[in-house]
């Protein structure tokens, strides 16, 4: 198989396993979202250090960075956002609101470049300016067609976008990074899952050996799809890494709707068909860009004569 296609099977496996997460954590549902939190924490350091075991990176690298305090304080504000995000998902299709989860990540790529404009100066093209009305649009009638404000989408979709510009400023790989983020957030979770096991209210041994054991595995569903997308990260464009990315929000979309039956009347409709436009938008002008730096770096050996502005896609950790 061909390099840039293996890279394209592994990128849409990892996304697939990210869509499959909102079926993963509905099965923990005798733990409360933030014990769940906890624990996936806790496991996700233990899998980032088998993973990088096994892939013979070793911890080398791993006292410099906590030694050094400019490289570690962006990777600490990462972790704490990540597990907002995260805590936000894992609440999300616990409570069978896994249409919201989806809408976030609809919506995340369009409140990455948002960010990109204001912390970053970038500047937007106009089909980028398109897709961003469209998705505030979105919003508006989601607003509407929920009752309230999605504020679980926003939540989940802003800190994963200020995740992904946190990250702009760290200085390692994403299977380091994440690394470290785990470790961050080790000694805290950790320190509250024995608090909840002290008082009687934890669920780690009380519920069965499958609660136990799926516990346990969040962890490794958190690493393992991050494993796959690093590995297709370096052999495929980020132009196609930026368009395998809305699989797993479809997925989440098709389970919340099929599934899990929630409801969708017709003003949810009008609000994801917003947001699937202003996806088909934004992907449209990636592409678009993509090829066009590609042509001017042939024609001028490759040196571009202008700086690209372009945001870059973003990822999940």
Known sequence: MPDSNRGVALGAGAFLLWGFAALYWPFLSSSEPTEILAHRMVWALVAMCVLLLLARRGLAWLLPVLRDPRRLLPVAAAAVLISVNWWGFIYSVSITQTLQASLAYFINPLMTVCLAVLLF???????????????GAAVVVMTVAYGSTPWLSLLMAASFAAYGAVKKYVSLDGMQSLTVETLVMFLPALGYVIHLE???AGTTFSVSPGHTALLIGGGFVTAIPLLLFGMAARRVPLSVIGMLQFIAPTMMFLIGWLLQGEDMPPSRWVGFGLVWLAVC??????????????????????????PSTSTPPTTRE
């Not at 398109?130 to 998705?135: I, N, P, R, T, Y």
């Not at 993509?290 to 001028?300: F, G, I, P, Q, V």
């Open 121 to 135: 100066a970038e500047r937007l093209r106009a089909a980028q300016w398109v897709a961003v009305g469209l998705g």
């Open 198 to 200: 002290a008082t009687g």
């Open 281 to 306: 938008v934004f992907a449209f002008d990636q592409v678009r860009s993509s090829r066009r730096r590609s042509a001017a770096l042939s024609e001028t050996g490759g040196l571009p004569d202008v």
